[in-house]
């Protein structure tokens, strides 16, 4: 009786030990080594617990369902052609644009070419300088005094000028503008921008400026530029590295352009 009572007491010592044990555990685990952290921050129980254990203290975020700087511009069949303008009075208007954006739609300087561009391309981009969805301080001040009617004139005024013809590339094509990258979910360059595809609202590209291509790329991979449809853009800008980003504005930019038939020649 006594070997029996001796050992039901060393039973309760060593699970008295135990609990004891499991106690300090939480206790240093849960609470003093997340507090003596240096990146800790104190959300209380269920963070301390989560944090311990490895699992994210929420496993989904409220989203925000409205984007001030979305673009709201749709892509309809009307807009596609002359987007409904009048090409004379565009031609008018584009007057004031000639400075930056040449006397026929061909830039010298880092600012896009519009000579042949899509009549939705231009018509959206000047509907979210105008709404501010798209920023940039003269685009922007040109933009406002504009009209519904005075954009379909200058987008139908641009579509029909003549696009000057890319030279050969001189420098091996992208991965990247050809084929993508399935495993990271970007769509070849040329799905949309033209050589595989077009989809409406996506620009050509070839000729543009180097500096242009690539300063827009990396505004599209931080969130600046935010005027892409469904977010298209920044899904494949913010996966591309900045050699990458690089060497596609390098590709589509020294497709120098030549130009055709009732264009003006590139300055």
Same mark, same amino acid.
């Given at each position: ?121 231009? *018509?959206?981009?000047?509907?979210? *300088? ?27 005024? *641009? ?92 590709? *589509? ?15």
């Amino acid at each position: 009786m006594k070997d029996s009572a001796l050992g039901h007491r060393g039973v309760r010592k060593a699970l008295a030990a135990l609990l004891a044990l499991l106690v300090a555990t939480i206790l240093v685990g849960f609470f003093w080594l997340p507090q003596v952290k240096p990146d800790f921050t104190a959300g209380g129980l269920w963070d301390a617990i989560c944090r311990i254990a490895g699992v994210p203290s929420t496993w989904s975020t409220e989203l925000k369902m409205d984007d001030p700087q979305a673009s709201r511009v749709s892509m309809v069949a009307g807009l596609q052609g002359t987007a409904g303008g009048d090409v004379g009075r565009g031609g008018t208007l584009a007057l004031r644009c000639t400075m930056c954006h040449g006397a026929r739609g061909v830039s010298s300087s880092d600012v896009p070419n519009l000579a042949g561009q899509y009549a939705e391309v231009v *018509y959206k981009q000047l509907v979210d *300088y105008k709404n501010g969805q798209r920023r940039h301080v003269l685009m922007q001040a040109l933009a406002s005094g504009l009209s519904e009617q005075d954009i379909r004139d200058l987008s139908a005024f *641009y579509a029909q000028l003549p696009r000057p013809s890319p030279a050969p590339a001189p420098t091996p094509v992208p991965r990247l503008v050809t084929v993508g990258d399935p495993l990271r979910n970007i769509a070849p360059c040329a799905s949309c921008h033209g050589g595989i595809d077009k989809k409406p609202g996506s620009p050509w590209l070839e000729g543009m400026s180097h500096a242009y291509l690539s300063t827009q790329l990396q505004q599209f991979a931080s969130g600046v530029r935010r005027n892409d449809t469904l977010q298209a853009m920044r899904n494949i800008a913010r996966q591309m590295t900045p050699e990458e980003i690089e060497a596609v504005a390098r590709y *589509y930019s020294v497709l120098a352009i030549v130009g055709s038939a009732g264009s003006a020649p590139a300055r």
